[in-house]
């Protein structure tokens, strides 16, 4: 009796060969323009200590005490599949001491976990790209990472509105808050019931609330923006007056808050309909108190996240996603003994940088098959009589071009259909330790 098929956890997919090209092909894209402005990649672990989030996130937030991969380890530590990015880079960067003199931009790229329900484009294993900068106060970096937020969105060919806002400082924010306070209470039972349950604890989600009815009382609420710090009012001008420099779009959106504390001054969202409902394609903003917060010196901090499987998405909808890049060359061993030579002659064309597969011993039908299902420009089939001197023929598969020739000289045969050799492959010194029979 066969046992049970065993499936994938709910929410954590599979991405073969045929999806992963158009993964590869954005990260290569992101990585390539990540540079252009100086930022380097740091690889932080999947698994952190569990404190680290609830200090980072806010232990009565839905994803510290819903959403959350958390598990006791063989030593009883608690420790939580990270469900973003930046907590990890704050922790590491302060363990490393990597912000001490320093103004730090690093990138991360990889997955993250959270326990939600699965649905179309939001899975419990899904992948980000976050930015994060140290130590750069000013809102000249702000206009910066904004831009570069926008040059992302417009490499991966997405179309979305900038929206921006100011939380002021912590100070400001304080006064603020009581007077959305005194704005919100006699209005309490026109709210839903999860804004009624955090009203008291923390009113400011209730400006960022999906439901209707909070949105209408939302958009009556005053606005932050009229209540700033006179610094944080000079730096969110400052801002805006970048951003029309740099020709990049955007509308103040007053609802647009962050529920945590160390968040302050400027945060943004570019946000679209394309997927249905509007939806945040990117979002991020300055949170200069959580280095503090972790145990760090109180460091000025900015950074943005993005999700990968969103702007894939948003690449298909335009027939934009790469495909999976097909060999140059199928090469086919009819028998046994050709085999060793085509492998051979397939390993010299790699170290030229051409890309070959490789199949056999099999009927000149089935390598015919495989060479067809392989999308090879060109594919070529070695037996017996070619080992004796017969002609070789190499042909184009979905083209005219043909050349015979001698097998050893199948790489001036490609050359003469038009295939250059970009460079040779890097591992083509032939430095193996020689196999050696024990007595």
């Known amino acids: 009796m066969a046992g049970k098929v065993l499936q994938a956890v709910r929410g954590m997919n599979d991405i073969f060969p045929e999806e992963s090209a158009g993964w590869q092909a954005l990260e290569g894209d992101l990585r390539t323009l990540l540079a252009l402005y100086d930022y380097g990649e740091v690889r932080l672990p999947l698994l952190e200590s569990t404190e680290l989030f609830a200090r980072a996130i806010g232990d009565v937030t839905d994803i510290v005490q819903k959403e959350m991969y958390t598990f006791d380890d063989r030593n009883g530590d608690s420790l939580t599949l990270r469900p973003e990015g930046t907590a990890g880079c704050v922790r590491a960067a302060i363990q490393t001491q990597s912000m001490r003199g320093q103004t730090p931009r690093y990138y991360y790229m990889g997955p993250m976990f959270r326990h939600e ?18 130590g750069l106060p000013a809102a000249s970096t702000d206009a910066e990472v904004i831009a570069l937020s926008a040059r992302i969105l ?10 921006i806002n100011s939380l002021g400082s912590p100070a400001a924010r304080a006064h603020y808050r009581s007077m959305l306070l005194d704005y919100l209470r006699p209005r309490r039972a026109e709210l839903c019931a999860d804004c009624r349950e955090r009203m008291e604890r923390n009113p400011l989600r209730v400006l960022d609330c999906k439901v209707p009815a909070c949105q209408d009382i939302a958009r009556m609420a005053p606005h932050l923006a009229d209540h700033l710090d006179e610094d944080s009012a000079a730096h969110f001008a400052l801002l805006q007056s970048l951003l029309t420099a740099l020709d990049i779009p955007y509308q103040v959106n007053h609802s647009l808050v962050r529920g945590l504390d160390y968040y302050n001054r400027t945060v943004f969202e570019w946000v679209t309909d ?103 420009r060109f594919q070529a089939v070695i037996g017996a009589g070619q080992l004796a001197g017969e002609t070789l023929i190499l042909k184009e598969q979905a083209g005219e ?30 430095n193996f330790a020689t196999v050696r029979t024990l007595s």
């Open 117 to 134: 329900r699965p649905q179309k484009g939001r899975y419990r294993q899904f992948h980000q790209l976050g930015v994060e900068v140290f």
């Open 154 to 163: 417009r490499t991966a060919g997405v179309t979305a509105a900038l929206q």
């Open 274 to 376: 394309a997927l249905g409902a509007q939806g945040t394609v990117l979002a991020g903003g300055r949170y200069d108190g959580l280095v503090a917060q972790l145990g760090g010196a109180e460091t000025a901090a900015i950074g943005f996240a993005v999700g990968l499987e969103r702007l894939l998405a948003l690449q298909a909808l335009q027939g934009r996603v790469a495909k999976a890049a097909a060999p140059l060359l199928f090469i086919g061993a009819l028998e046994d003994a050709a085999v060793a030579p085509a492998w051979q002659i397939a390993e010299r064309l790699r170290d030229g940088g051409i890309s070959v597969v490789t199949s056999g011993p099999a009927t000149f039908k089935t390598l015919m098959k495989q060479a067809e299902r392989s999308r090879a």
């Open 401 to 430: 071009g043909r050349w015979q020739g001698d097998l050893d000289a199948l790489h001036e045969g490609l050359r003469s259909l038009g295939v250059d050799f970009p460079q040779p492959a890097p591992h083509t010194v032939r």
